[in-house]
């Protein structure tokens, strides 16, 4: 049982670049999410699905989108980079709407240059 | 919206001896779930213990226990008997139906 897989671990960019982020979960998981990780700002919500075919944007969309085709995989992909978007990006899964806690990948450290 | 906060960006604690760390949050809910998260340098997000706010005991996972004060929004973490491997960064969360709302996190340091 693998959990929540992220990939890549590390990534660097040139301004004006796209990227996928890669995000899978073998759980069965209904609700999946992507949030960034930023110094003295904790984690923030960037976009989030309920099942497949259904996603929303969270508290920081701009700049990212997702897609939910299948239950298992949730990518979110950078349009065009930005320096504003180096972060750590993590990406979590849960079972029964959240009320149990999310499981969690081991995060993407991305450096936009 | 839901916030968390977390006033404590940092503390400190001596190997085996206790400590607490603070989380407050503002939210009009009556029922809802709170949950402290664990981040050591490998950089994982670990659960380290949930609440649930129709529930007055206070939730407890060995060494980790929680103070919840729902009439002050109040939902601190204390540790004991602490062990060099609890050095980490801490977050409090609050779930709401997004997801889950952060506070800005406490870097505990253990000394031996």
């Known amino acids: 049982n693998a959990g929540v897989t992220q990939t890549p671990k590390f990534q660097v ?9 890669q995000c899978a979960q073998d759980m069965n998981h209904e609700y ?16 989030y699905s309920v099942g497949a075919g259904i996603t929303d944007q969270g508290e920081v969309p701009n700049g990212y989108n997702v897609s939910r085709s299948t239950t298992e995989d949730f990518p979110l992909r950078l349009l065009s980079a930005a320096p504003s978007q180096t972060s750590v990006y993590f990406c979590a899964s849960s079972r029964v709407q959240g ?3 999310y499981t969690f990948g081991s995060g993407t450290r991305l450096t936009v240059v | 919206a839901q916030t968390v906060t977390q006033s404590q960006p940092e503390m400190s604690v001596q190997e085996a ?13 009556s029922d809802y779930y709170l949950f402290w998260y664990k981040q050591p340098p490998s950089r994982q997000m670990i659960l380290v213990i949930r609440q649930e706010a129709y529930k007055q005991q206070n939730a407890t996972e060995n060494r980790f226990s929680v103070n919840f004060q729902k009439a002050a929004k109040s939902f601190s973490l204390k540790i004991s008997d602490s062990q060099l491997g609890d050095a980490a960064m801490y977050f409090c969360a609050y779930r709401t139906a997004q997801g889950l709302t952060f ?3 406490t870097q505990l340091t253990v000394n031996p």
Do not use: A, N
Not at chain 1, 13 to 21: D, R
Not at chain 1, 35 to 47: A, C, E, S, T
């Open chain 1, 13 to 21: 960019l040139k301004t004006g670049q796209s990227m996928t982020l």
């Open chain 1, 32 to 47: 999946m999410s992507w949030y960034r990780q930023d110094p003295g700002m904790g984690l923030r919500l960037i976009h």
């Open chain 1, 99 to 101: 009320f149990y806690g």
């Open chain 2, 17 to 29: 001896e206790t400590v607490t760390l603070s989380c407050t949050y503002d939210t009009s809910e």
């Open chain 2, 103 to 105: 506070g800005e996190g």
